[in-house]
């Protein structure tokens, strides 16, 4: 039993040594581990900050010329959105503005604005905004609709004041305040809103694509690996678990730099313990690197990994629910974004290091990540086994063939 043990550990310390030679020989690996972990953040975030865009120039076209219709517009440029920056004689005037990008909004007031208010009628106020971001549009309409809301609980108050002078205590201010507080991301900005999410859908996308291109690299070049028809292979498990062991060595700063010191450079929500979100992320990164040992399959050049970049990343991204609610897919999709390990990371992730949430409340999230490594581990050791190893074999005879035949 001792011996069989001691001849286990040899074969993963020999996997071990030998992937770190793998990853630090080939610049391609070094990159998705090192560079992109630390350098993708810092780009997407400084991309979206400010987090907020605020006093965005709009000009406004007053067919109306009362009281009403230049307070509405001395309340919109008052909020922190919107900056009037003037009055256009028409519409086509504010247009050639804004197709100048002297402006990227028009506020029309039609004639009778007043008259249909003090009468009791629906008053309305129509907002062109140029779409080319969407977040200038996003503060626009916040404006409008605060400013309208606002003005509406006076005219009312007004109003019944009027009927009923005794009931202004009752009736004073806005009759039906609207606070607006959104948990973990006090200042409603996208970069605190996306990034934290994408952090995590980077992760598993290194691990993937690193993984991935070691499979091509081995294809390429079996010598470095060391594998012939004389020497006894490792075993497949010990093989898988020595990488994996390699690569969370190597991954050790850099997670901890992207779940920690991005966050905390760019001030988004550290409300989670370190320790529970580490432990969290154990499973998923196991998952993800025994995804990319799936995928090795179909890697059979180290080039061949940047297809798998370019149709993954955006689906990945979609598939988390980010960009649109899981709950909202239909059966098909929800079932492929159950099996990407990025989505329980990202769901977790956000509830932990956002809300605050703590490990036991995450307990789902974290099973399933913990069943998805499981599987995943298992689908690659049949590929590594009747795949990816029998095909490095043949590469690796070749290799000698055209070796011995070349002296």
Known sequence: MLKFLKKYILQLFTVYCREFKLILGDVGIMLFLIFLPIGYPVIYSLIYNPEQVRDVKMVVVDHDRTHLSREMTRNIDATQEAWVIGYAADLPEARRAMDSHKCYAIMEIPEGFERNILEGNQANATIFCESSLLLRYRGFLMAATNVSQA????????KINAVAPLATTITDGDLMPIKNISMGNIESGF??????GVLILILQQCIILATGMAGGAKRERPSLIGYNGVNEEPSILMTMTGQMLCYLTILIVPIIYLIHYVPLMFSFP???RFSEIIAFLLPMILASAALGFCLQGIVWERESVF????VTSVVFLFLSGLTWPRYAMSPFWKFISDAVPATWGVEGFIRMNTNGASLAQEASDYRMLWLLAVIYTAAAYCIQRWVVRPSIRRGYNDYD???REAF
């Open 401 to 403: 063939k055209m070796r």
């Open 307 to 310: 297809v798998l970049w370019v």
């Open 151 to 158: 003005m509406g609980a006076e005219i009312l108050t007004e």
């Open 270 to 272: 550290m409300a989670g």
């Open 191 to 196: 970069d605190s809103f996306i990034m934290p």
